[in-house]
């Protein structure tokens, strides 16, 4: 069974950079593809940006193009996305979720096996 944690959310202002981290354990990650999704309240968990296993491919939400960038170091284990200008609306909880054979490189969430339990990202001056 793979675990993910999600962890780096806090409170930055607007403008602001922040990275957030998806660590695995328990499984190694080199298989899987990793997304990072977020709910903000009252609103449906969207998909912000996903990618391959190798990292060869990734994939952004057009809100975020631009501005968020999905790495990930398999070596560690861990996915990152690095938030920069951040903005008001970016406001949300954060999840990252792993993706196997039913993976193909979008926010479906059925593509998805396993996910975190999310980390606050609050945009705010």
């Known amino acids: 069974q793979l675990q993910l944690v999600e962890s780096g959310g806090g409170l930055v202002q607007p403008g602001g950079s922040l990275r957030l981290s998806c660590v695995a354990s328990a499984r190694s990650l080199d298989y899987y593809g990793i997304g990072w999704f977020r709910q903000a309240p009252g609103k449906e968990r969207e998909g912000v940006s996903c990618i391959s296993s190798s990292g060869g491919y990734t994939f952004y939400s057009d809100s975020v193009k631009g501005r968020f960038t999905i790495s990930r170091d398999n070596a560690k284990n861990t996915v990152y996305l690095q938030i920069n200008s951040a903005k008001p609306e970016d406001t949300a909880v954060y999840y990252c979720?792993?993706?196997?054979?039913?993976?193909?490189?979008?926010?479906?969430?059925?593509?998805?096996?396993?996910w975190g339990q999310g980390t606050q990202v609050t945009v705010s001056s």
């Open positions: 979720a792993a993706g196997w054979r039913e993976w193909s490189g979008g926010f479906g969430e059925d593509e998805y096996d396993y």
